[in-house]
């Protein structure tokens, strides 16, 4: 999810929590179950969700040890299409195909995890009667009047109305409804909460000189601190324009907070939660420039670089537009796979009713339907073969089989794919292996009620210095035919981000930071994670009642260590000429094989990744015309 400020809005193993412990099987039934028959219904599961277990160790085994399985049996299954990942890309690209190619297109959707959708997957709860839903990766459909006429159409195919989905929000009471949010950092007794439409009061608007002096903070600090928010003062006055030009592009705004501020380090965090939303653990290397772009303070009393970062933040304030789903993107991978494969769901009308749907897993993957998608299935091999079709390796259940294709896309990992693809040029296989994908961590807790929550008050509290930067409710939207809480005596389900910490000494490329932090990611395991959640949500909600104990239902963290698409960075990037950037290198067609998903645009966002579903489609079209 990203956020408001920019176009990004807003605000091992199984084990779920409760208060004494583990929860019973009798309770885990309860989350699993329907009409009384014993079912795994991937949305429904808690503990580790995300790369859960199962579905990343064979890609590991390869890409750490070269190991893959010495044969494949080879299945009786030829495709028009197989496309490698389930997530919106390879959907897109599967609707594409079939929309040209017409319904009776052979087509396979291999994926290595139990759920489809990729990042776009949803959390499913059931309590005290009702049906709550959380976010379980990717959250909102980002300002789709800037997308492309491809994406926008696709949002056309799948019935969705964009009116409807502002409406829903709009009309519907979020449990603590307030403009206002919260800035808390935990203490002795508790988190210390100050409250403030902290968006606008770091950009010098409103009453910021009250609202600094109520941060636990040194007098001194909180002195520079007005001074900055004020932006009344050139810190770079000593540089011409060109030179502050060139530092603003190639200092760390951490470096420029403590050298040319004078804030000290312990200070500064409170001005990286948007970085670290937008970047993962390297938004500790962005650059002033770019701070300045996610909305932090710092350049307004620079002359023509405060006039223009005035107009940048306006023009961003009021041209984003985020919509919700309840369960974020997870939604339309839903109107996707239920308009490739209707039998999943034979009584869902589409975007009406496509939240509160229930789908049948097993129709995912029948024989009889000539779109079929397969989950558990790592791809850990794929080449073209004598009789002009690619030939698809994988392992599912620990058995190494193959299918074979007229036609591949690759909407995976860039980083997966050279392990793939061993045979690709060495130059494309360098360029698919530079980025570094953003490791982060979103879980969602099911709460007995939101009384302790509504107290609180504000939509949305920051903890710059907590394990989880964000935590706010699930989107509070009826689009797709949910009910979202009606009040506090409902139960609900309170969404918290995480970005996954490292230690920086300053040297670290972001590169650096991400593995890191992605190494942290796979080695954390549930109960540390459990224990971050209750401590952080009793610090908060302790003096409203809360008892995490007790009213802690459910925990589902969704890891996510290969997380949103890399995106280029002015400290730790080469400016590169046109066509000439990793992902456009890496994205080369190769005869029969063409490369999609967000990585391939290096852009986490869901209309990367439905053009990029397109471009690889177009390739391959355009390749059977040109064979004649
Ligand atoms: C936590 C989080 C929040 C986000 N929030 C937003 C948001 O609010 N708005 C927005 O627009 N975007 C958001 N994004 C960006 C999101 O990544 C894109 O919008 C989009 O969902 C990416 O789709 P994709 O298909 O390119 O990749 P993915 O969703 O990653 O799908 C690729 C699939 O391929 C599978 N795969 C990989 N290797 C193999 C293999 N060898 N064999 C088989 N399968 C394989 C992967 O496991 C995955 O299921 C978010 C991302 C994350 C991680």
Redesign the pocket.
């Known amino acids: 999810?990203?956020y408001k400020i920019t176009r990004?809005?807003?605000l091992n193993g199984m084990a779920i929590a409760t208060g004494t412990g583990l929860l019973t099987p009798a309770e885990l039934f309860a989350q699993t179950s329907t009409g009384g028959q014993h079912v795994v219904y991937p949305p429904t599961l808690t503990g580790i969700r995300?790369?859960h277990l199962g579905?990343?160790e064979?890609?590991h085994a390869?890409a750490w040890g070269g190991q893959k399985p010495a044969s494949h049996r080879k299945l009786d299954e030829h495709y028009d299409m197989v496309i490698?990942?389930?997530?919106?890309?390879?959907?897109?690209a599967a609707w594409f195909y079939q929309k040209t190619m017409g319904p009776d297109a052979k087509i396979l959707l291999?994926?290595?995890?139990d759920d489809?959708?990729?990042?776009?997957k949803r959390n499913e709860f059931h309590h005290r009667g009702r049906m709550l839903l959380g976010?379980g990766?990717?959250?909102?459909?980002?300002t789709p009047s800037d997308w492309s006429e491809i994406s926008k159409g696709l949002l056309d195919d799948l019935g969705i109305d964009i009116k409807a989905m502002i409406a829903n929000t709009d009309e519907i009471t979020l449990l603590s409804a307030s403009d206002d949010n919260l800035l808390a950092f935990p203490g002795p007794k508790g988190h210390v909460k100050v409250r403030g439409k902290w968006s606008q009061l770091m950009l010098g608007l409103g009453d910021y000189e009250s609202a600094v002096r109520a941060l636990p903070l040194a007098a001194t600090e909180q002195g520079k601190l007005v001074e900055l928010l004020s932006g009344e003062r050139d810190y770079l006055d000593d540089l011409s324009l060109s030179e502050k030009q060139a530092y603003i592009e190639s200092v760390s705004y951490a470096q420029f907070l403590t050298k040319r501020v004078g804030l000290a380090e312990e200070t500064i965090s409170i001005f990286f939660p948007v970085p670290k939303l937008m970047f993962g653990p390297a938004g500790l290397r962005v650059s002033v420039m770019e701070a300045f772009y996610l909305g932090c303070p710092g350049v307004q009393g620079m002359d023509w670089l405060g006039k223009l970062a005035a107009q940048l933040l306006e023009s961003q304030m009021t041209g984003s537009e985020?919509l919700y789903f309840p369960d974020?993107?997870a939604s339309l991978?839903r109107l996707l796979v239920h308009k490739l494969i209707p039998a999943v769901a034979p009584d869902t009308i589409g975007f009406d009713d496509i939240a509160v749907s229930r789908f049948d897993y097993a129709a995912l993957d029948q024989k009889t339907h000539s779109l079929r998608l397969r989950l558990n299935?790592?791809?850990?091999g794929l080449r073209e073969t004598g009789e002009d079709v690619v030939t698809v390796d994988?392992v599912r259940d620990g058995k190494a089989v193959s299918v074979s294709g007229d036609h591949c896309v690759l909407?995976?990992?860039n980083g997966?794919i050279p392990?793939?693809c061993p045979q690709l040029p060495e130059r494309q296989k360098e360029a698919l292996g530079y980025g570094v994908?953003?490791p982060?961590?979103?879980t969602n807790v099911l709460i007995d009620n939101g009384r302790a929550f509504a107290k609180l008050g504000g939509g949305q509290v920051t903890c710059p210095n907590d394990p989880y930067v964000v935590v706010t409710t699930a989107p509070a939207t009826t689009t797709g035919g949910h009910q979202p809480p009606r009040g506090p005596d409902d139960p609900m389900v309170i969404y918290m981000?995480g970005v996954p910490s490292v230690t920086s000494t300053g040297i670290e490329t972001s590169h650096d930071l991400l593995k890191a932090a992605r190494r942290n990611v796979y080695a954390t395991t549930f109960n540390t994670y459990e224990q971050e959640v209750r401590e952080q949500l009793q610090g908060l909600l302790g003096e409203h009642g809360f008892n995490h104990e007790t009213d802690i239902k459910a925990i589902t963290v969704?890891r996510?260590p290969?997380?949103?698409?890399y995106e280029y960075m002015s400290l730790d990037d080469p400016k590169w000429p046109k066509g000439q950037a990793p992902h456009e290198l890496g994205r080369a067609q190769f005869g029969r094989i063409s490369i999609?998903?967000?990585?391939?645009e290096a852009r986490?966002?869901?209309?990367?990744?439905i053009d990029?579903?397109w471009r690889a489609v177009a390739e391959q079209l355009a390749y059977t015309q040109r064979q004649g």
Request: proline fraction near 0%; glycine fraction near 12%; charged fraction near 10%.
């Open positions: 999810m990203k990004r809005d807003f995300g790369n579905s990343f064979t890609m390869l490698v990942g389930a997530g919106v890309s390879g959907l897109a291999l994926d290595n995890h489809f959708g990729g990042h776009a976010v990766g990717s959250v909102n459909v980002d985020s974020g993107n991978a299935s790592t791809v850990v994988y909407a995976c990992y997966a392990y793939i994908k953003v982060l961590v979103m981000l969704n996510w290969h997380g949103y698409a999609a998903n967000s990585d391939s986490a966002y869901l209309d990367a990744a990029a579903g």
